[in-house]
Nanobody
Framework: QVQLVESGGGLVQAGGSLRLSCAAS????????MGWFRQAPGKEREFVAA???????YYADSVKGRFSISRDNAKITMFLQMNSLKPEDTAVYYC??????????????????????WGQGTQVTVSS
């Protein structure tokens, strides 16, 4: 069982930065795929970024070049550095963890269904 707790959300002006953290419990964190998703009011939850246990990263086109995902396996924590924030980045941000699999499809890291554990979310609001 893995428990995830997000922190670091808040209100920021457009062009500003925030750093989200996701603290995880569990001794097998290092072998899990980790991801960030977000959900704006009235919209579906969407993929933002993911990181493999190896450190390889994936990003949604909308955040490439502005957001950076990382993980510290020793501290069992994942981060999302968000720069050049835009009003359209306003959403509740969720971290997620996926148990190791024997097979990974091409879209594995982008799909909500790939992740087994979810945090409660942290609100990010970007004002114009």
């Amino acid at each position: 069982q893995v428990q995830l707790v997000e922190s670091g959300g808040g209100l920021v002006q457009a062009g500003g930065s925030l750093r989200l953290s996701c603290a995880a419990s569990g001794r097998t964190f290092s072998s899990y795929a980790m991801g960030w998703f977000r959900q704006a009011p009235g919209k579906e939850r969407e993929f933002v970024a993911a990181i493999r246990s190896t450190g390889y990263t994936y990003y949604a086109d909308s955040v490439k070049g502005r957001f950076s995902i990382s993980r510290d396996n020793a501290k069992i924590t994942m981060f999302l550095q968000m720069n050049s924030l835009k009003p359209e980045d306003t959403a509740v941000y969720y971290c997620a963890a996926g148990r190791p699999r024997t097979y990974y499809s091409a879209d594995y890291y982008y799909a909500r269904s790939s992740y087994d554990y979810w945090g409660q979310g942290t609100q990010v609001t970007v004002s114009s």
